[in-house]
C-alpha cells in the first residue's frame, strides 16, 4: 500500500503522528570522525635524508580494530559507539602519527613499502599495541611493545612503553589524549633509534676473512633500552 493511502487510511492527527514517526525513523544522528594525525609539523626536504625509517603496520587488539570508537565503562564493560568513528582502523591512525612524529623528530623518511637508495642507513620499527583504552573523562591508555632493528649493523632493540593520559569529558579530549600517548610512544622509540644507531657496522666480509678464508658470523646485537628521559631532538649517529 502506498504513502497516501496509508495516510488517508487512518486520517487526520493519526495522519500527522505518522508522519512525524516515519520522518523520525528515517533521520539517525550524524557520525563523527576522529583521527590522530595531523599535529606534527612537516619534516624538512631541503636535502636528502641521512638515514630511512621503515614503520611497519602497527598490530592492534581485536576487540579495538573497528572504526567505531570502543569506550571503557569499567573493569570488564565496554561499549561500541556507532557515531562516533576512527576516520580509519585504529592501527592506521597509530601508524600514521607515529610515522610522522619520528619523521618530525628525527628529521628521517618513513620509507615502508617505498624503493630507497642503497647504501644510506635504514631502522626498522615494528609496534604491537598491547591494550589500546579509552576512558572518556578518565584516560587515554597505550600499552605496546616495540622494537628497532638496523638494517646495516643488525642491531636490535626490544622494548616497552605503558603511556597514560588523563582527559576530561568529551571525545574530542580522550582523542587529544591518545594524541599525547602517541607523542610519548613515538619519543621513546626516537630515543631507541638513536641507541641502535650508536652500533657499528661489522666490518666487511673480505676484511674479516682469515687466512683459511672463513668469515667469522656475528650474531645480532641486543642492546638494552634507553631510558625514557632521553631527549628525542637529535638526529642519530651514522
Known amino acids: 500500500m502506498s504513502l497516501a493511502r496509508i495516510l488517508k487510511a487512518v486520517g487526520g492527527v493519526s495522519a500527522i503522528g505518522l508522519v512525524a514517526a516515519l520522518a523520525a525513523c528515517s533521520s539517525s544522528p550524524a557520525s563523527r570522525f576522529y583521527t590522530l594525525g595531523g ?11 641521512s638515514f630511512y625509517l621503515e614503520v611497519s603496520p602497527v598490530d592492534m587488539p581485536p576487540q579495538v580494530a573497528k572504526n567505531q570508537m570502543v569506550v571503557q565503562d569499567g573493569s570488564a564493560q565496554v561499549r561500541v559507539l556507532e557515531d562516533e568513528r576512527w576516520a580509519s582502523l585504529p592501527a592506521d591512525e597509530v601508524r600514521r602519527a607515529l610515522s610522522a612524529d619520528l619523521s618530525q623528530q628525527l628529521g628521517a623518511i618513513d620509507v615502508y613499502g617505498t624503493p630507497h637508495p642503497d647504501g644510506v642507513p635504514v631502522y626498522r620499527v615494528k609496534v604491537n599495541v598491547q591494550s589500546f583504552e579509552s576512558s572518556p573523562g578518565r584516560r587515554a591508555f597505550i600499552d ?19 603511556a597514560e593520559q588523563t582527559v576530561d569529558a568529551g571525545y574530542d579530549a580522550l582523542v587529544a589524549g591518545h594524541r599525547r600517548a602517541v607523542d610519548q610512544l613515538a619519543s621513546e622509540i626516537s630515543a631507541g633509534i638513536r641507541t641502535v644507531s650508536s652500533v657499528q657496522v661489522p666490518m666487511s666480509a673480505s676484511a674479516t676473512a682469515g687466512k683459511a678464508g672463513k668469515v667469522p658470523t656475528r650474531a645480532p646485537a641486543v642492546l638494552p633500552c634507553p631510558p ?3 631527549s628525542a631532538n637529535a638526529a642519530p649517529a651514522q
Open 144 to 162: 605496546a611493545v616495540w622494537s628497532v632493528r638496523g638494517v646495516s649493523n643488525q642491531a636490535v632493540l626490544t622494548c616497552r612503553t605503558q
Open 39 to 49: 599535529n606534527a609539523p612537516a619534516t624538512r626536504t631541503g636535502a636528502p635524508a
Open 228 to 230: 625514557t628521559a632521553m
